[in-house]
């Protein structure tokens, strides 16, 4: 990942700032290239998604958005789909018909992704707007449409004021992911108390008492994956826990999948970002 | 009028046919709507002449929007009706026949009569059940004269169709929500609210009182139906396992102002209620209980750990959850404690009232339940989330009440309103357990407890 030191306005509520670098941010490396340049492409370069193995090309209904602002988008929609293994297509009884007729000749959604419990994965806000496709002949397009965009817009708009705090806590999570994923550094953490007790955030509660305590759920978390989530997994809050008071923190609720059992997923406990660090969130729960 | 505290009157006006003496009489009744005073003086309307009498066939009143129906008036029941409510009922000719008389004809199970009957002013008594009351105007020289039947109208979402509230909070956001259903989600995305009204008496239908009838959700002002279209709630289609999607919606009768009734509707995800019908049926195993520990029966001086330092085993952790009433899993307890992990992985918990020192709570929404799975057990499928804290919101929403787990679910977003057969169930699996109970000061029994670090 590239680094994210970009200069912007921290008060002029510069969204089209904000997207680039989360977009910089996020591309892997041969899509970072600096902010500018990406600014004179031509908002034509083809976006794509890949499923399953499968590359399809995406097509936006609102054919008005930045090129930075596609990008996103298809960047965030890929890494929800990154974990679907198989999908099949489902012809919609009928066809709906798209506001514009885009490149292509692309004019109807005609059919939709299956994806079955897959789709559970999707955050709420893109889930009923996440794989609608168009296709002509052999060729799929892959649709977004107005609406799937202007959710992005709406979550970009009501972050913008937070959009440095959120922005580290983005760049920052695919490490912390690469740690607690990998069960042979947590075999080794898990040997010693104070590197362990770093992995845990206390929310509302206090920490716990047992060391034991903490040992058990490494063990349990050898057997799970948390999945790199999309931006919608993000949301901050003012730290209540005794820990943190007052800070602000970045809460992310990535899914969880199991390294064993293809039907477990989860979405908690959510993960907490605080002054400058990810950890695995434990709330005080009833 | 014996009904002086009461709003006062506006018109409505009957002019009935009662043969040579009755050549016009006006009957005004209190507004329907809003029950004021104000006499609008009305006129006689829609007559015709026949020989010497005349007939007059319409229920009217100066303000033509009262006029609903003709023959009848419709006033919502107030329970200060038993007191008495005054009717206007006016004689407008002259002379005045001198055996005039009113008859009013109560609906069974109703003892209201006539009180100071008279040709200006009639007052009735006992209107104690929603109904139809017929007053009928007579005199000797007419066998039956015009007859008013006066609807005294009751109209409410059902309360064996829906939930009445029977938690309360000070923190409620909406205190003034006695009611909540909560309804699968359906794939139509729609519900008909109309479905849910009871209007007494039964004699009289939706459709006579629908245009009377406002509907509101979320104060988004009045609906054009009686449908709830829940479908542009959701971006994401259904509500997942654990989602719900809410609605307050206020009924109203007459204008908007006059809200006559309040519901929230929880729409509630198929995946919940399998969900908890699953583990309700899988948890029904309660063996496990016999590792919980003793509880205090109540805290120690000052709200503090009412375990002694030295106890060996140390069944409870020494910290006190300062609740507050504020936490709204355990509704309004002050205070609770967390026993240490259990052989088993389990957890006990117990909550105290506000008493100082606090006093355990053993039963109800409020008190501490047990844990199939130690609090401190975050991850995986046999996570605390998952086998206690997930049912328990299933359990809350399939009993209505508006409420969903938030990102980092240390607390619910609000108070519950209403404790029914889900959350009973709930509670059945994951009982307070209480009976056995060690006073502050002193150990538990070695021989019950067998918690381990």
């Known amino acids: 990942m590239m680094n994210c030191c970009f200069c912007f306005d921290r008060q002029g509520l510069n969204p089209i700032a904000f997207v680039l670098l989360i977009v910089a941010c996020h591309l892997p490396d041969h899509f970072t290239v600096m902010a500018q340049e990406v600014e004179r492409e031509s908002k034509h370069r083809e976006n794509y998604i890949q499923i399953a193995a499968e590359t399809i090309p995406i097509r936006y209904e609102d054919e008005s958005l930045s090129r930075q602002l596609r990008d996103l988008i298809a960047a965030d929609l890929a890494d929800v789909a990154a974990y679907v293994q198989k999908f099949e297509l489902e012809e919609l009884k009928e066809p709906v018909r798209l506001a514009l007729n885009l490149e292509d000749r692309v004019t109807h959604v005609t059919h939709r992704l299956r994806l079955g419990k897959a789709l559970e994965w999707y ?28 959710t992005y817009i709406r979550f970009l708009d009501d972050n913008r004021e937070n959009q440095e705090v959120l922005l580290g806590a983005r760049s920052s999570l695919k490490t912390f992911l690469d740690t607690i994923n990998r069960p042979d550094l947590l075999r080794d953490i898990i040997k010693d108390e104070t590197r362990t007790k770093k992995l845990f955030y206390f929310h509302g509660g206090g920490r716990w008492t047992h060391f034991s305590y903490y040992q058990e759920n490494i063990a349990a978390l050898q057997q799970l994956t948390y ?43 959510p993960l907490a970002y605080s002054n400058g660090n990810w950890y695995i969130c434990v709330s005080n729960l009833p | 009028m014996k009904n002086g505290k009461k709003n006062a009157m ?35 309307a829609n007559t015709k002449s ?49 055996d005039f008389e009113w008859i009013l004809t109560p609906p069974t199970g109703s ?15 006992d209107i104690d059940v929603p109904g139809i009351y017929k007053l009928q105007a007579r005199c000797s020289t007419a066998d039956e004269g015009k007859t008013l039947s006066i609807i005294i109208l009751k109209v409410e979402f059902d309360p064996t169709k829906v939930n009445a509230r029977n938690l309360t909070h000070a923190d409620d956001n909406f205190p003034a929500y006695m009611k909540c ?20 008496p039964p004699d009289i239908s939706f459709s006579d009182i629908n245009n009377h009838l ?3 959700v979320d104060n988004q002002g009045k609906m054009n139906s009686t449908i709830l279209d829940y479908s542009d709630n959701d971006e994401a289609g259904q509500p997942d396992l654990g989602e719900i999607f809410d609605y307050r919606v206020d009924l109203s009768f007459g204008d908007a102002s006059n809200v006559i009734d309040r519901l929230i509707v929880v729409i509630y995800s198929p995946d919940t209620e399998s969900s908890f019908a699953n583990w309700y049926a899988d948890n029904y195993d309660l063996t496990w209980l016999g590792e919980l520990p003793d509880v205090y029966s109540t805290l120690g001086s000052s709200n503090t750990d009412p375990e002694p330092a030295n106890c060996d085993p140390d069944c409870w952790e020494n910290d006190i959850d300062v609740l507050g009433g504020t936490n709204y899993y355990h509704h309004d307890a002050s205070f609770g404690m967390r026993s240490d992990k259990t052989p088993g992985g389990h957890g006990h918990q117990a909550c ?5 020192p606090g006093k355990i709570i053993t039963s109800g929404i409020s008190a501490g339940t047990a844990d199939r799975s130690h609090y401190s057990k975050i991850l995986g499928a046999d996570s605390h989330m998952n086998v206690d804290v997930k049912p328990f919101i299933w359990a809350m929403q399939l009993d209505g009440n508006p409420i969903e787990a938030p990102t980092v679910p240390t607390n619910l977003p609000r108070p519950m309103m209403h404790f029914g057969l889900s959350l009973n169930r709930y509670l059945s699996r994951r009982p307070p357990r209480t009976a056995s109970q060690v006073t502050a000061g002193n150990c538990c029994d070695t021989a019950y407890c067998n918690t381990h670090p």
Do not use: H
């Open chain 2, 111 to 125: 003892g209201a009569t006539i009180d100071s009957p008279g040709d200006l002013i009639t007052s009735l008594t």
């Open chain 2, 352 to 356: 105290y009232d506000n008493s100082t």
């Open chain 1, 227 to 269: 999945r790199y989530p999309s931006i919608f997994a993000f949301s901050l809050q003012i730290g209540s826990g005794k820990e943190e008071p007052g800070n602000t923190v970045v809460f992310c609720r990535p899914v969880i999948t199991s390294k064993t059992d293809p039907d477990y997923y989860d979405t908690y406990p």
């Open chain 1, 123 to 150: 955050p709420a806000a893109i889930e009923q707007s996440f794989g609608l496709l168009c296709k002509k002949g052999d060729v799929i397009y892959f649709i977004i449409t107005k609406s799937l965009s202007n």
């Open chain 2, 214 to 216: 406002f509907w509101s």
């Open chain 2, 10 to 44: 506006r018109s409505m006006i009957l002019l009935c046919s009662l043969g040579f003496w009755f050549s016009a009489l006006q009957i005004a009744l209190s507004d329907p709507i809003t029950g004021s005073a104000a006499d609008k003086g009305g006129q006689p």
């Open chain 2, 50 to 98: 026949d020989g010497n009498a005349t007939q007059v066939n319409k229920v009217y009143a100066k303000n033509e929007d009262e006029v609903w129906q003709e023959d009848k008036v419709y006033r919502l029941f107030d329970t200060a009706f038993t007191d008495g409510v005054a009717i206007k009922a006016e004689l407008t000719t002259t002379p005045k026949p001198p």
């Open chain 2, 181 to 200: 259903i909560a309804v699968r989600y359906n794939e139509s995305e729609k519900l008909d609210l109309k479905d849910y009204l009871k209007i007494s």
